[in-house]
């Protein structure tokens, strides 16, 4: 059955229309101010296109090649006090809508890599990013949990960038519940080649995967462009709840908007893969210990 | 490196040719001994090709679509003394190669859809399907273990087509040393479209992505054709280290052999991701309970 076809039976249906930006910040405090604005602008291009969720990329206001720790505070800000939210958190009242944007958070001493999600009444939550990439790991604290929000427009999870190549990630929020989950990236460099002939990157299919086998839909922003010596690989992508693009994928070098419509509807109904099978509870956590056990120790060979 | 680059500074270095043969058996004891003859003649074609790791895909001498229980018990063989396993032995032992192949496999009352792992040597072990697919169910028994098995030409993980949309399984099975995996499939209906425009279906993509956060090749052999009102969807592929593929995808509707060379150098070599990144340390185990305890059970929101 169709996502379409579900949601016609059912009153209290909520096709809701996505958004994933595709953008191009510039790190360093001078550019900061142009970078927010940027986001603003890209907000309010997505709602008068009729988005009610807006999805922008890892580090959406800061850019993400911080040269030193220092540098890092210097962009960082208290979430959801800090100038950035601030501004987010007052659109998103202003235009009726949600916003899910990467952030340079700071509490206290600690630096996170988060994403916050941002509804029409104010803040919601943030995610701070677990798995951390390169020299990330020099900068920021990893967060140390994966919650799932509970929203007008669905339950929500989040995920950053390096997230997704740990498929327990969308299996841990799937598990609890997300109805979507929406994928703040800034991709770079994987083992070559970047791309295939199809024009996708790794991260792309890793996300359709994810998507498949949790039958959620992933709302993937990347950013696109070069910082400081690093190229970010675009590819963008918004998969439907059976793992296939309903959008994109997008260019890999081009700022880009992608839309679609996805359905709560699909992600609560249970997928019918056959007669037989129901994917969660086919799982077979009597035998998943090793999965908690394993931290790179000797192999057990039979 | 390219994994090229990393054998010649190996002494130690085994390049090992490979094979995935895509078959087309047909159902019902009055073909099994042409479905057997059938795979005696691919192995003999891959040997001469110079392959040393021959896989054939799920229930290779059998076909797959058991109409009854009785029916499959009238298939199916003890391993390794049935007749079907004593072929292959032979041919193993008179090549020099080894054999990964479907069997239906009897052990007293219980039948198992399990894949066995024969050497020139004899038989060295078997995996009895742990995620059984639609009315896998109401024929065969699901296996309780991942077993890996040490081998001249390395370590060798098994795994069987509905396996691979569970995350947890080459998980599991790199987890555990494994050098390379064979997947042994009948790839059916996923919920549409089943192919896109790159000719793929969704398993090569979860098979390229398993591959990919694992750094370990994948040798997936699947069959094509029409049995019963079932159609299956061709699109072998061997990956590489990267995940991305080193032979095919196969055509979706033809038989073919695809060969590929990998090398367990590859496997066994730290995956430089980036100067601080190395992804069996990154995972966040601590975090990971969630994926033990969840067994659909209602979600837990915050």
Redesign the interface.
Known sequence: MTETARSATHPAASPLRVAAVQSNPQVGLVNKEANVAATLDQINKCASEGARLIVLPELAGTGYSFDTREEAYAHAEPVPAGPTCTQWIELAGRLDVYIVAGIAEIDGVHLYDSAVLIGPDGFI?AYRK??????E??LFT?G???????TRIG?IGLLIC?DI????VP??LT???ADLICSVNNWV?????LF???GNC?AG??T???S??NSVPIIAANRVGEERGGTFLGCSVITG????PSAGVADAEKEEILYADVDVVASRSA?V????????????????????????G?????
């Open positions: 939550g677990t798995h951390l990439w390169n020299r790991k020099l990893p140390s949990a994966y919650p799932v929000f509970e339950r390096w190549w740990f498929p327990e299996r841990i598990a609890q519940g460099w994987t083992p070559p080649p295939d002939h199809a790794m299919y890793l359709m995967g994810a498949h086998v709840v059976n793992g296939w997928v893969w056959s007669e037989l099978n129901d994917l969660p509870r086919d799982r077979r956590v009597d035998l998943y210990d090793p999965l908690l056990g394993y931290t790179g000797r192999p057990k060979v039979r």
